[in-house]
């Protein structure tokens, strides 16, 4: 089974300082991962997401992502934080091209981000 | 508008009551998922259902059931035997094979058990 450890559980930032969120996983075959947000109040929402090719991926609201898969990482980055980042950012992993095991999304504990004005 | 709803939004149930939760999705999609969503804890699954008729169970199944009679619809019922039923749970669904990777979720119902 897949594990996802995110490493940091609060991070607070001023606006325009830079983003780096760790996430780490253990499986021992290929895997889609995700970046999940969650704003206060609202839908968890798709951030980005990696299948194949490019390790570099870009998502909404100038979020990007790199898979190093030497590293079993996928840190989420942004240049750039606004006061609306404010959020809790949930890393996921499944299992790629396995059938059934695809279903099985597994989630890293979350990542509260605070900017502050 | 496209998307899953979840109701009610919140949910107060005496202990020792069954209660059973709605979700229901407009999506088309023939896969849907409940989360259990806890402070620090992540999400965790519960249940899963590839197609309607069957389900399978997740991580944390004990203390649960659901039904999967309808496409569209994917109720779960927190049993009295879930020893820690107050969270907030969450629908998802997905298409199925391939593009079964990138789930939806809905808005969540937050039940707190007295």
């Known amino acids: 089974a897949q594990s996802v450890s995110q490493h940091n559980h609060h991070v607070i930032l001023s606006e325009a300082a830079s983003l780096e969120l760790g996430c780490n996983y253990s499986y021992g075959g290929t895997v889609n991962l995700f970046w999940y947000v969650q704003y206060p109040g609202q839908h968890l929402q798709l951030l980005l997401k990696y299948f194949s090719g490019d390790p570099l991926v870009k998502g909404i609201k100038g979020f990007e992502a790199e898979f190093i898969k030497s590293k079993f990482s996928f840190n989420l980055r942004k240049p750039s934080v606004q006061w609306s980042d404010t959020a809790e950012y949930f890393c996921?992993?499944?299992?790629?091209?396995?059938?059934?095991?695809?279903?099985?999304?597994?989630f890293g504990k979350g990542t509260k981000l605070s900017v502050i004005p | 508008d496209g998307g899953i709803t979840q109701s009610p939004k919140y949910l107060f149930r005496k202990e020792g009551q069954n209660v059973t939760l709605s979700c229901e999705q407009n999506?088309?999609?023939?896969?849907m998922y409940w989360y259990r969503q806890d402070p620090g804890q992540g999400l965790r699954l519960i249940y899963y259902?590839?197609?309607?008729?069957?389900?399978q169970k997740g991580d944390i199944a004990e203390g649960y059931s659901v039904s999967r009679e309808k496409k569209e619809s994917f109720p779960l019922t927190v049993t009295s035997a879930q020893k820690n039923p107050t969270a907030f749970y969450l629908c998802a669904s997905s298409k199925s094979g391939r593009e079964a990777d990138t789930q939806y979720f809905g808005p969540g119902t937050r039940l707190t058990v007295l």
């Open positions: 999506l088309n999609h023939d896969a």
């Open positions: 259902s590839q197609i309607v008729n069957d389900f």
């Open positions: 996921a992993v499944n299992p790629a091209y396995s059938g059934a095991g695809s279903y099985q999304l597994t």
